[in-house]
């Protein structure tokens, strides 16, 4: 039983981190350009995808791997920016830019379902098993992990904590807020708004295409992948729209709940976690760890 | 006469603002009631806490002698509350018609499902001509409201609180941005409201020259608490209201 | 000195041609059509009222919701208990298609008591909860939903004895059905209960102190959706005479979204015209069928750029400044004649 629970845990924790990844890139670009990307997990998706070319069927080596996945991440990204953002920056319509990026989701899976096929791939694990060809099984104390699982929360981590300094601690987050909450000003002051923003968009598709990346092993590759935006959506209601650590630590929630969920209610664990993200909402709009936003008349 | 609204040590603060400090006036009906106050006095809140969009703190208002203190905006409109904006607010992407039924659907609620199956409000049509005589314009009532002039959207919001029937109008600075003959066309509105309909008017403005010539009573508020009131005289000769307002307007002028 | 007066009732040639076009569609379609392509033709005819429904919510009030998708359900579930007999019994098809959006309109005005204590992008992230849940219980419970396998041998409906044998008469009860709900859409946009939701979607402070109470308007708003809903979804289940969760899904929803963005949010020929679009550009384009979805992105995308307000917008802008430019024009004709009088 309680093997079993430590188990559930890391892998809750696991698709936590993964959660927490594409709901810091949703706020990121909500801080940046104010706007809810719909798209999110279709980039995670071709995050994967992607990842998929370069090490089966390219084969490239690891060395190579990581700076090629990455530029063309950022290469998406910024595609990405050019389609939905850049012209509708000045729209007088605020749900055209976030329709726009439904758009942009539709576009993607289609691309893609064309380059990909519509069969799911499998994705090598990180670790590998060489009797079995399958994920290596990790051993402490008598309990049986899942290497990939590791992986994923190592990896994760590391990345979490790197973006979360970038912007809250260092000099780039307070430009990039800047820019957000006052493009004019921040030009002033000598930030161009154009780099910032470009800068944002590539760094989140970075990231979570490194998150879709991670969890392909475990799923297969495959349309449905988008989908896991919708828990990142409840992460971020449940830790507090708007706020970095809110939105990390209700990404663990979720995935943690969710993991747990599968020993009483496997069936309904989404439902679960969706019931969760309502009663927060009405109990707690502004989310755990949200400061209370006062009604402006 | 019996008060149509009145304000008892009413208190609000946000965080460590005190936007209202035991205020304490009453407007009486046909009385046209000025509100001044230096920029961040806390005329604004006090609109606010009148019409509800804000609850008081501390202290009550009262409507017609009856406790509204606790009572939802929506019911205290429905009371007899109107309001006007700074800056005028009207559905963007209607035309004037809807713009203006707006108003008299606050007199005639009568239910969704009744309203469904066309039961119409009461003839309305002879009262905006008769109003729109003092407003000093025309329109179509096809054209859409973003496409008349800002002074004229101004004077059509304070038609539309006219047109539902309302016991006291607050008014917030009817005159800022608007040209001479359209501020005597505001006046003129008002003033028809007061002296002809017995509607109590409180009124937020900036333009000195407006609150002494229009208003009976003025009430000066200076961080939330009232510094002075009474008649114009009285006030533009009071030694606080000089120091807090006035006074610096003259310095400002020498 | 003008004089107002509103007019009781004036028809326009844009109604008249609206109603010509609206006229020989209906007639047409089932001449020209059959079998498979009527079966889309019909679909879109229910996605239709669907994507009016969002026109009610987002497009009237400015209330983005996904829910129409699980309202959709509720309705098409409800039929579907109450008619196959699955429960031990059965009601008659009509009444159960008057019950479902009754029943429906009784499961929204819940929900939406609950989770329009929420405000803007807040209520928006609670829908999405809340298909997302539904849809859990669609797929997984069985004995209310049928879980994975859904429910099957729903009647057809019987319309005092007439029952449509095949896709192209179902058409004609369908598009029935849409005029209905077009009217009353119509209808809702003229009385106080559309001008209090218009109120509500551009400002709320300003729609309190005009005595809106904006909570039950909009309760009351996604009541009525959820009504319409319901209606779809039990045309859905007769028609279709098996339900399952598939239909239900949030990217489903999302597509319902997109159809009424596309014709105009706030326009109802303008969203049975996206839900027309979005429903039958693939059957039209058989060619291009592979490339559908990327084409939609695509147009998406374009149109948000290029017209925010759907096609509808691009519509009713171009007919403004007409009207515009012909009243200047009579206007300018009026004055010359006047001239030419007092010269005379």
Known sequence: MLNNLIGLTVNGLAMGVVYALIAMGLILLVRAVGVMNFAQGDLFMLGAYLSFTFIVNIKLPYWLFVPASLISFAIVGLIFMAVTYWPLREASYPQAVIIATMGAGYVIKELAYKIWGPVALSMPALVINPETGTTKVLEIFGIKLQWQYVMIIAVCAVLIVLVFMLFEKLYAGRMMQATAQDKYAAELIGIPSVVTIAATYMLVTMVVSIGGYMVAPVFFISATLSSLQLRAFAGVVIGGFGNLKGAIIGSLIVGLIEAYATLQWSSYKDAVVFIVLIIVLIFRPQGLFGEKIADKA | MKPVLRLDTVCKRFGG?????????????????????????????LMNLISGIYTCDHGNIYFNEQDITQ??????????????????????????????????????????????????????????????????FSFDWDDDISGIPFGQRKLLEIVRSMLAHPKVILVDEPAAGLNNSEVDNVMKLLTVAAKERGIGILLIEHAMDLVMNFCEQIVVINFGKVIASGNPEEVSSNQDVIEAYLGRQRNAQN | MKNFTIKKLKIRPATIIVFVVAMAFILLMPQVNSGYKMLCLNLTLIYAMVALSISIMLGMGGQMTFAGVTMMGVGGYFTANMTSGRLGFAIPTLPALLLA???????????????????????????????????????????????????SGVPKLDLFGFVPADYNQWFYILAGGLVIVALIIERIRKTQFGRSLAAVRDNETAALTLGINVYITKVYAFAVAGAICGFAGALYAMMNRYISADTFTFDVGVRYIIMAMLGGVNNTIGCILGAVLIGMLPEWLRVLQGYMQFIYGIGIILLMIFMPMGLSGVF???LKRYRKKKKIKLEHRASQTAAEKGEA
């Open chain 2, 17 to 45: 603002v005190i936007a209202a400090d035991n205020t304490s006036f009453s407007v009486l009906p046909g009385e046209i009631h000025g509100l001044i106050g230096p920029n961040g006095a806390g005329k604004s809140t």
């Open chain 2, 71 to 136: 009572m939802p905006p929506y019911e205290r409109a429905r009371l007899g509350i109107g309001r006007t904006f700074q800056t005028p607010r009207f559905l963007q992407r209607s035309n004037i018609r809807d713009n203006l039924l707006l108003g008299t659907d606050l007199s005639n609620r009568f239910g969704y499902t009744s309203a469904f199956f066309g039961k119409k409000g009461d003839d309305f049509e002879s009262e905006l001509n008769k109003l729109m005589q003092y407003a000093g």
């Open chain 3, 101 to 151: 959006p009754l029943f429906t309109a009784l499961v929204a005005l819940a929900l939406g008591l609950v989770l329009l204590r929420l405000r803007g992008t807040y209520f928006t992230f609670a829908t999405i909860g809340l298909v997302q849940v539904a849809w859990s219980f669609y797929s997984m419970n069985k004995p209310a939903f049928g879980g994975y396998d859904g429910i």
């Open chain 3, 316 to 318: 009713l802008t171009a």
